[in-house]
């Protein structure tokens, strides 16, 4: 029989999949943990019971959530949902308007912000400029192309084929055009083409290959011509797919007829797609060709431009990009979602996106020595908390990426590329995280709850002063015992912290809960548990595999700390307050910062099975920084 000692001095590799439990040999073994369920993890190390979830709002249904930030001072949630966008600032619903795009297809829009105006994109539905043109007064508008004398700078393509030509049954005026072949379309009307540089706009279609149009400007000639094309965007042809700004050029990437193709404005004139011929201001175009399929999905401006596509990822470069200089290169082949957009974000100069396969969270960098991409994957360790994730935005002040799954959960990992950490925790909620969107500083989620037996989408924030999701607060001058706002969680039972110190379960009716006795500060919401399990032990050298094992005392160092249950093989059992020091029936717990120690008895030889386990789902804050523990190994 020996006795060892183990000490685990921070939880920097974060929750790790079953299948690292043979890896013993790893700095990542002895650094991470088997559950780390609702906490979050420090860069420093420590871990902590995650905030909880402020109620901010109740959406008409399900939606999208998207950061609009105006300036310093004025910053934005703007809540998409079906045919709507709800405006919240600072935690109040401002106003909504209506919008174009159905819930169904919300999950394909891609967007980007100039100023005080976002731009929202849609493959099947006509681009738009959302303006803010007060605090409370917001307009939708379809794009407008730079225009001269009628005529449009938009970008321009014949999707025919080569032999199909145009014929025009005048030069001015009202013509009719006949096609060689069928072309025309009903999507067609309101569409500009262009006959050998001159354009027209389609006003009616008779049949597949006849149409009426206006002439915009003086038509070469009436002669069939195969020197013709139209507009690359429209009801007929699609609209883009995603957009940026890079370089003082708007970057329109793909379209659903034209999936692989980049359009650059020009420089400083962003809604101006003339290639005109060929100087460095002009528009750019081109194709991404390459053996595979490369249909747009994102475009990003980072270090350069990147494009991400549904096979690979690429660099669009030069300095500046002009229509000479612009160079497309392929560098790493991972590529993105098809059935959905999931944004990909800039990280301390890398840029994380999620894989096609919806189980890598890949970090796109630029290496100074390759002088080229990699995409290195940041969930290896965590392959179990990766499943097709549908959004996700970065906390740069906590150094916290989330990122909200398909199956509900939301996946968090704690970012800190200097000193290598890369910590996965899992959060789940009563509900499904369906969306999350960072403003400000300030992280908000989309949630659907059951409430009234009907599912209900609410807008919710950590909130680092709540221990309860979808919860609320007060506070009185005097003590009361009813308390409201709570026509949100009608019906359903919620947990009461009361004064800090005193825990109720009631049931919200007409929007209020009665508590047994007066209180002057409440927080009221709905319960979630922290779990924090390590992995089982594993002493290189020693023999460990197949040997039983008996925990005989582990120290906890904690911080700020006013409620710690630990399970040591015999079932959770509260630390009592008294450890922490007296307390008055009511009154908070105070925060308790140093080491508790906990003996056990048992002995196990489930290698499966953690020696210690702590779990809570009391409302008070609680951070273990780090654990030793002795333990005995015997055959």
């Excluded at 780390?36 to 402020?54: D, F, H, K, M």
């Excluded at 991404?288 to 669009?316: C, K, P, Y």
Aim: proline letters at 5%.
């Amino acid at each position: 029989m020996s006795k060892i000692t183990l000490t685990k001095t921070n939880f920097t590799a974060g929750e790790l999949s079953l299948d690292m439990l043979g890896r013993g040999d790893l700095t990542a073994y002895a650094n991470g943990a088997k559950t780390l369920t609702n906490v979050r993890i420090a860069p420093v190390g420590g871990v902590s019971r995650r905030a909880g979830l402020r109620y901010i709002g109740t959406l008409a249904g399900p939606g999208r959530l998207v950061s609009f930030e105006f300036n310093t001072e004025q910053s934005y949630l703007l809540a998409f949902s079906d045919r709507r966008i709800d405006v919240f600032a600072d935690d109040a619903h401002l106003t909504w308007f209506a919008t174009p795009w159905t819930v169904a297809q919300l999950a394909q829009i891609n967007w980007t912000q100039t100023a005080d105006t976002l731009l929202v994109v849609h493959p099947e539905v006509a681009p738009r400029k959302i303006t803010r043109t007060a605090h409370t007064a917001w307009t939708v508008a379809p794009w407008s192309f730079a225009e001269t004398d009628g005529v449009l700078f938009q970008p321009h393509h014949k999707f025919a084929a080569e032999a199909v030509t145009l014929a025009a049954s005048g030069t001015s005026g009202t013509v009719t055009l006949t096609a060689s072949a069928d072309l025309f379309v009903a999507g067609h009307v309101g569409a500009r083409f262009r006959l050998q540089g001159k354009e027209v706009a389609i006003t009616a279609i008779a049949s597949p290959t006849t149409a009426t149009a206006e002439t915009r400007q003086s038509l070469a000639g009436t002669a069939a011509t195969a020197d013709w094309e139209e507009q690359s965007f429209s009801d007929a042809r699609g609209w883009p797919l995603s957009v940026c700004f890079h370089q003082d050029r708007m970057v329109i990437g793909g379209s659903r007829d034209l999936p692989n193709r980049m359009w650059m404005s020009k420089s400083s004139d962003l809604f101006n797609f003339d290639l005109g011929d060929g100087k460095d201001d002009e528009a750019i175009e081109f194709a991404m060709l390459s053996d595979q399929v490369n249909a747009i999905r994102a475009v990003f401006s980072g270090r350069h431009l990147q494009v991400f596509t549904s096979g690979a990822e690429w660099m669009v470069s030069g300095d500046p990009l002009t229509p000479t200089k612009v160079q497309v290169l392929r560098q790493t082949r991972v590529g993105s979602p098809v059935d959905r957009t999931v944004p990909p974000k800039d990280v301390d100069g890398a840029t994380l996106f999620v894989s096609r396969n919806g189980n890598d969270l890949r970090e796109f960098l630029f290496t100074d020595v390759e002088q080229a991409y990699r995409s290195s994957d940041l969930a290896m360790l965590a392959k179990h908390v990766m499943l097709h994730p549908v959004d996700q935005d970065y906390d740069a002040g906590r150094r916290l990426f989330h990122v909200a799954m398909a199956d509900g959960r939301l996946g968090t990992v704690t970012i800190y590329r200097g000193e290598k950490v890369t910590a996965w925790t899992q959060s789940v909620t009563d509900g499904l995280v369906k969306g999350v969107a960072e403003v400000e500083g300030e992280v908000f989620l989309l949630v659907e709850r059951e409430v009234g037996g009907a599912a209900k989408t609410f807008v919710e924030r950590f909130d680092d002063g709540l221990n309860l999701d979808c919860a609320l607060d007060g506070s009185g001058d005097t003590p009361k015992t009813t308390w409201t706002g709570l026509d949100h969680l009608e019906g359903r039972t919620v947990r009461v912290l009361a004064d800090g110190g005193s825990l109720y379960q009631l049931t919200v009716e007409g929007g209020a809960i009665v508590l047994p006795e007066p209180a002057t500060t409440v927080q009221m919401g709905l319960a979630f548990t922290h779990v924090i399990e390590p992995l089982p032990p594993v002493v290189q050298g020693g023999g460990s595999t197949g040997l039983k094992a008996r925990l005989v005392r582990a120290a906890f160092r904690l911080l700020d700390t006013q409620a710690f249950h630990i399970d040591t093989g015999r079932g959770l059992t509260p630390i009592p307050f008294r450890r922490f020091g007296t307390t008055r029936y009511g009154e908070a717990p105070p925060a308790f910062s140093g080491d508790v120690q906990i003996r056990a008895i048992g002995w196990t030889r489930d290698a499966f099975k953690p020696l210690w386990r702590v779990a809570q789902d009391v409302p008070l804050p609680c951070t273990v920084l780090s654990v030793a523990t002795e333990m005995k190994l015997t055959e």
